[in-house]
T-cell receptor
Framework: GESVGLHLPTLSVQEGDNSIINCAYS??????FIWYKQESGKGPQFIID?????DKRQGQRVTVLLNKTVKHLSLQIAATQPGDSAVYFC??????????????FGKGTHLIIQP | DGGITQSPKYLFRKEGQNVTLSCEQN?????MYWYRQDPGQGLRLIYYSQIVNDFQKGDIAEGYSVSREKKESFPLTVTSAQKNPTAFYLC?????????????FGSGTQLSVL
């Protein structure tokens, strides 16, 4: 699991600002990436995913960027709200033909929203 | 939590005791998984099952056992052989079709040692 990591363990942003959470991966063969949000004492919730044939994907207030050249993944959250406070972690895998047993998870970044 | 129910939410184990964590899903997913989460670490795969009556060891299977008698259920037993069982345990499920890797997680069970 150490091939997937995050640059900052804690990120503090002002409410209303945009936040960017980074993730580095080392397996150049990885072709599927996913971001999860985990609130304290709860299970992870899916945020957004992206395949290696794309470099950007947008959801509601979130954007994932994939830079395969430098093996870097980022999650951008627009106009952060108090409910965005959580641990965010990425996961990577080499596509196998179905199922998620090949997912490798990063350790997570704790996003703190300041009022 | 996406149709996956874990129970209990908190569990305490005595020395030498086996304990079983429950996981039930109503998403009609073929694949189910158990992960262990320790503070400051990424999720680590314990066991997974892609079909009823079949399961595979993950990265840290020692000291754990599972069964998959029904599609909806994938209980995890933490045996006395697991010497460091204190952790947050997460059950997940996914479809097993090609291109379907998205995991849906339960709300977790916190296991502690008395």
């Amino acid at each position: 699991g150490e091939s997937v990591g995050l640059h900052l363990p804690t990120l503090s942003v002002q409410e209303g600002d945009n936040s960017i959470i980074n993730c580095a991966y080392s397996n150049s063969a990885s072709d599927y990436f996913i971001w999860y949000k985990q609130e304290s004492g709860k299970g992870p919730q899916f945020i957004i995913d992206i395949r290696s044939n794309m470099d950007k994907r947008q959801g509601q207030r979130v954007t994932v960027l994939l830079n395969k050249t430098v093996k870097h993944l980022s999650l951008q959250i627009a106009a952060t709200q108090p409910g965005d406070s959580a641990v965010y972690f990425c996961a990577e895998m080499v596509g196998t033909g179905g199922g998620a047993d090949g997912l490798t998870f990063g350790k997570g970044t704790h996003l703190i929203i300041q009022p | 939590d996406g149709g996956i129910t874990q129970s209990p939410k908190y569990l305490f184990r005595k020395e030498g005791q086996n304990v079983t964590l429950s996981c039930e899903q109503n998403l009609n997913h073929d694949a189910m998984y158990w992960y262990r989460q320790d503070p400051g670490q990424g999720l680590r795969l314990i066991y997974y099952s892609q079909i009823v009556n079949d399961f595979q060891k993950g990265d840290i299977a020692e000291g754990y056992s599972v069964s998959r008698e029904k599609k909806e259920s994938f209980p995890l037993t933490v045996t006395s052989a697991q010497k460091n069982p204190t952790a947050f345990y997460l059950c997940a499920s996914s479809r097993s079709d090609r291109g379907e890797e998205k995991l849906f997680f339960g709300s977790g069970t916190q296991l502690s040692v008395l």
